[in-house]
Structures are given as C-alpha cells and as structure tokens.
C-alpha cells in the first residue's frame, strides 16, 4: 500500500467533506450529501487561490483516506518567524491506527520546514483525547489554552 500526499483538487471535495463529516465532534456541522453545498467550493477557491494555504489530501493506493489543511503565517513574534499552522486532519475511521496519521504530520512538519517556519502548531478540540495522546507520541508539547468565539450560528 503506498501513501502519497498531493494538494488537493475540486474532484477531490466529495471526499474531504466526507472525512470532515465522519468524526464525532464535526459530524453535525458538516454535509457530506451531493451536490456539495456551494460553500464548500468557494472555500476550496479561496485556499487554492492563497499561496499560504495548502489543502492536502492523502491517498492510499489512489483512494482520499485522509485530509489537512496548511496554513503558513507571517508573524513579528520570535524575530519575525513564519508559523505553519496544521489543521482539520482527518484519517478515515476505518485506517487509523495504521500509522498513515504519523506519515500525513512527518510530511506536514517537513513541508512547513521547507517553507521556512520557525515552528509549527495545531489545535485540536479538548474531548479528541486520543488525538491528544497521538500528537503527544509525535513529540508535540500541549503548550497552551485555546480560546474560539464563534461569531455565526453555523459552527
């Protein structure tokens, strides 16, 4: 089985909105049903348009088994270091444990390397404890509290 990672495309919406949707905490704010709610699309238009985001997909053996966006953002904070930011990562439920998620973060964090960034973070929602002990088995440190007003009822 090969994994291989590439920026994702239009065709590839289906497929990542269904990953977003197949989680606990996100499955009620997501629809996975066709056709795709527009929106979804001119989210997609606008990441692929900004060359400081990357929508990711991973494919095993041709097949979307996973997702992630990039985000790589300018700051003044340690010397005027780039970040890159590690978001929305989603395995298909029935290949976790198979270390494709190891693979997908070694890949990221190279990325943002390659990029320049100083460093590189995430944030992951406080009930997604296994999550928690997986980036933690990475290496990642829980270095801070993380604050989210949500300024629509659409969350």
Not at 120 to 134: C, I, M, P
């Amino acid at each position: 089985m090969t994994l291989t990672l590439r920026d994702a495309t239009p065709a590839d919406l289906p497929a990542i909105v269904a990953l977003l949707a197949d989680d606990a905490v996100a499955h009620e704010r997501e629809d996975p049903s066709l056709p795709l709610d527009p929106a979804y699309r001119a989210a997609f238009d606008a990441i692929d348009a900004d060359p400081n985001q990357r929508l990711i997909v991973a494919e095993l053996d041709g097949a979307v088994m996973g997702t992630m966006q990039l985000s790589f953002l300018p700051g003044l904070s340690f010397r005027g270091a780039w970040r890159g930011q590690i978001e929305a990562v989603r395995v298909a439920t029935a290949l976790r444990g198979g270390g494709h998620g190891s693979a997908m973060i070694d890949w990221a964090v190279a990325e943002c390397r390659a990029r320049g960034c100083n460093m590189v973070q995430l944030t992951s929602h406080r009930t997604r404890t296994d999550a928690h002990r997986f980036y933690e088995r990475l290496g990642w440190d829980r270095s801070h509290i993380g604050f989210k007003l949500h300024l629509t009822e659409n969350h």
